[in-house]
């Protein structure tokens, strides 16, 4: 099991707005990061310190997070978004990983 | 602009000692800006963190627990490369092995924003 608790799958129509969430306690004190991979890629960044976006991510995607939940928002949904999102952090000097949320895009 | 490529033994047999390297091109494994890391991902499963190397004059490795035992990450600066070493495999270390590249800042040390390409390694008998 992860440290991090995501939804394993989560859908949304073409253009519409979908938000992936990220749940545990290291999520109190440290940021998230939250990474797309799609099949046979490597992950790609896409969002760190919770709602920053790396050059290049379009601005559809955003971040946020309360307590102990991050969110990774995606306004008006494309169809290349359709991947597995994966959220991380830091747990003193180790790294977490979510389990990961399967996107698929109707 | 930076790139990562893996490179090491795409099987192995059970008890063996994986060896891999990451060589690092438009960028330097002896920068203070960044740590070099290793996250591994079984297949059909997730992302699992292994272990993160630093070094600018003095060396810092942090490694996952459940791991910490096996693994060794270090780096060669003449070479611009840093490897990871996990002994004694099982079938259970069966993973597209990715090396990454993360940044020496405590609010976001864990956004690794290079990554490479991955290598699949089996554990096989």
Redesign the interface.
């Known amino acids: 099991s992860s440290d991090l608790t995501q939804d394993p799958a989560v859908s949304v129509a073409l253009g519409q707005t979908v938000r992936i969430t990220c749940q545990g306690n290291s999520l109190r004190r440290y940021s998230a990061s939250w990474f797309q991979q799609k099949p046979g890629q490597a992950p790609i960044l896409v969002i760190y310190g919770d709602n920053n976006r790396p050059s290049g991510i379009p601005d559809r995607f955003s971040g946020s997070s309360s307590g102990n939940t991050a969110s990774l928002t995606i306004t008006g949904a494309q169809a290349e978004d359709e991947a597995d999102y994966y959220c991380n952090s830091r747990d003193g000097n180790r790294v977490v990983f979510g389990g990961g949320t399967k996107l698929t895009v109707l | 602009q930076v790139q990562l490529q893996e490179s090491g033994p795409a099987l192995m047999k059970p008890s063996e000692t994986l060896s891999l390297t990451c060589t690092v091109s438009g960028g330097s494994t002896g920068s203070s800006s960044y740590y070099w ?1 290793w ?1 591994r991902q079984p297949p059909g499963k ?4 292994v272990g ?1 190397f630093y070094y600018s004059g003095s060396a810092s490795a ?1 490694y ?2 459940s791991l910490k035992s096996r693994v060794t990450i270090s780096v060669d600066t003449s070479k611009n490369q840093f490897s990871l070493k996990l002994s004694s495999v099982t079938a259970a270390d069966t993973a597209v092995y ?1 090396c990454a590249r993360h940044p020496n800042v405590v ?7 290079i ?4 290598t699949m390694v089996t554990v096989s008998s």
């Open positions: 890391g996250i997730g992302l699992e963190w993160s942090y996952d627990p990715y609010s976001t040390w864990h956004a690794f924003d990554w490479g390409q991955g």
